[in-house]
T-cell receptor, first 115, second 113 residues
């Protein structure tokens, strides 16, 4: 069964450094998402992406964050200058269409630790 | 805006016992409701969803959830749990006018032999 994959599974970085989290969505999916979960807190929506554009973003997704689909398979989340509070599990998700009836399929997550 | 409340952070239960994981939501517009499950070291997997129609929805592995509009609830139930049901369960909503899922804080179901 096709699945969303994410690399790396765990990333440790120093505060102020740039990190890029990578996701490979399911191949025929057109809508892509990033969510994050700070330890002990809710899974929070960050951004949705379709047709090479951000379609919706949360207030968390400030200028330090960016997303890109650099080729036909990868979907990346970049944090330009990491802060301690960026430490969280980051989940990528994708779905075939934008219809609410379609399921968002999630990857296993990347645990980001900012020291 | 929408919000989801999962009152129980952990639910311990013995194998073959029934279980109910509670979920309440708030929204000023119509919503769709979901339960996702996360097994250790895996991603979130859709367990079941309510979109419209019958208020009782079922999953393939014996879970069911009932949409109760008057109580704004979408509780998840299983009449007899297995060890393999041990996981984190997340309730989520999405509104008709947005693309994002709004999650609760999750309930860790621990099934003991």
């Amino acid at each position: 069964e096709p699945e969303v994959t994410q690399t790396p599974s765990h990333q440790v970085t120093q505060m102020g450094q740039e990190v890029i989290l990578r996701c490979v969505p399911i191949s025929n999916h057109l809508y892509f998402y990033w969510y994050r979960q700070i330890l002990g807190q809710k899974v929070e929506f960050l951004v949705s992406f379709y047709n090479n554009e951000i379609s919706e973003k949360s207030e968390i997704f400030d200028d330090q964050f960016s997303v890109e689909r650099p080729d036909g398979s990868n979907f990346t989340l970049k944090i330009r200058s990491t802060k301690l509070e960026d430490s969280a599990m980051y989940f990528c998700a994708s779905r075939v269409t934008g219809a609410k009836t379609d399921t968002q399929y999630f990857g296993p997550g990347t645990r980001l630790t900012v020291l | 805006a929408q919000s989801v409340t999962q009152l129980d952070s952990q639910v311990p239960v013995f194998e073959e016992a029934p279980v109910e994981l509670r979920c309440n939501y708030s929204s000023s517009v119509s919503v769709y409701l979901f339960w996702y499950v996360q097994y250790p070291n895996q991603g979130l997997q859709l367990l079941l969803k309510y979109l419209s129609g019958s208020t009782l929805v079922e999953s393939i592995n014996g879970f069911e959830a009932e949409f109760n509009k008057s109580q704004t609830s979408f509780h998840l139930r299983k009449p007899s749990v297995h060890i393999s049901d041990t996981a984190e369960y997340f309730c989520a909503v999405t509104a008709y006018n947005t693309d994002k899922l709004i999650f609760g804080t999750g309930t860790r179901l621990q099934v003991f032999p």
